[in-house]
């Protein structure tokens, strides 16, 4: 059986219809331009007074607002504005109902401005300051927005849905200052330690290269956990007989190498898959480093990095040391013997060419 009333159609469908109904058109459609009826009805919207054709837009713009339909409100309201009603009242109604599409929207800016306008037609407009406050404890602007939330409950003190928004802000505040009070101290103690590692790294005789990527790479030196008269590094193996390489990424500067080379080229069946004539035996190897002004350092095993860096240091005034490209070390191990002597003749012969 049939029901008895009129039939119930979706509130999107009752939005849609104004659409094509000419006096509540946004725009006309295709072929509508030599239309004289719908051109006719269209401006019915603008006869009147400039009140009267403000409260048509005004009331367009409730529809679509309840609509949810944000952007089509805010164009009704602000042709309603650009009626330039003469009804205060009027005026900041139009400019309340676009800050709250443009709050709806994100709008914050639009927001602050349109309310700002009410504020000034109406000192106790409580709508105004409430869209206010919310703009500004979206921007993140929490003393702005107690201060905002303050001002309409001197005039409003039972306006229940602001003193929530005045207690979020409150609590947002001190969130945000102990967040930033947080944040200052770790700038703070970061600064602090760069300074101390460029002590460091000068008493060390340690140049930098590729400046803007120490301290953003992750391989860069720090000091050890406890000891801040120690520092670890990153240091890289270089073979350049086989052009591969091992890292070593908690290198402790007084450690010497032959731990590391005796854990890494110990004697016996497992050896590097790319040490194809098993040369690469501890007892075999040497190491060298190459300083800034590309003088070669042959590294005992016995020495450690701190050891090394005391050598690198420059002669009669002049500054050396061993670089720190991209926060790493690089040393140069090679087997005794040809390949030995093949590599220091190579570097001498291409001193002036960058290595590796």
């Not at 059986?1 to 006096?23: C, H, T, V, Y």
């Not at 509508?32 to 409260?55: C, F, K, M, R, Y």
């Not at 929530?164 to 600064?191: M, N, Y």
């Not at 193996?237 to 500067?253: C, K, M, R």
């Amino acid at each position: 059986m049939a029901s008895l009333g009129p039939e119930q159609r979706p509130e999107k469908d009752i939005m849609e219809g104004f659409d094509n109904i000419p006096l509540f058109m946004r725009s006309l459609p295709d072929g509508a331009a030599d239309n004289v009826a719908i051109d006719a009805l269209q401006s019915l919207v603008h006869e009147g007074t400039p009140d009267e054709v403000a409260e048509n837009f005004k009331e367009s713009g409730n529809e679509y607002f309840k609509g949810k339909r944000w952007s089509e409100a805010r164009g009704f309201y602000t042709q309603g504005i650009d009626a330039e009603p003469t009804n205060p009242r009027l005026m900041e109604a139009l400019l309340c109902n676009r800050a709250a599409c443009n709050l709806e929207l994100q709008n914050y800016g639009s927001v602050l401005r349109d309310c700002s306008k009410a504020i000034t037609l109406n000192p106790r407009s409580s709508k105004a300051y409430y869209r206010s406050a919310l703009a500004l404890r979206s921007l993140r602007r929490f003393q702005e927005c107690i201060d905002c939330c303050t001002r309409c409950l001197a005039f409003d003190p039972d306006n229940a849905i602001l003193k929530t928004v005045l207690e979020h802000a409150v609590t947002a505040k001190i969130t945000k200052e102990k967040e930033e009070k947080e944040h200052q101290e770790r700038l703070k103690k970061e600064i602090a330690l760069q300074r101390e590692i460029q002590k460091a790294y000068w008493a060390r005789n340690i140049i930098i290269v590729d400046n803007e990527n120490v301290g953003s790479s992750p391989y860069s030196p720090n000091f050890l956990e406890g000891n801040s008269s120690i520092m670890v590094f990153t240091v890289f193996f270089l073979y350049p007989q086989y052009a591969t390489s091992d890292v070593i990424s908690q290198y402790d500067e007084t450690v010497p190498f032959t731990s590391h080379l005796k854990e890494m080229f110990s004697s016996g069946d497992e050896r590097p898959t790319w040490d194809q004539q098993g040369q690469y035996v501890f007892q075999n190897l040497v190491v060298y480093a190459i300083t800034h002004q590309r003088r070669i350092l042959k590294v005992g095993k016995k020495m450690n990095l701190s050891d090394v860096f005391k050598a690198s240091g420059g002669k009669d005034g002049e500054r050396d040391g061993l670089e720190l490209k991209n926060g790493c070390l690089s040393f140069i191990v090679l087997p005794k013997g040809d390949v030995e002597q093949n590599w220091i003749q190579d570097f001498k012969d291409n001193r002036d060419k960058t290595y590796a």
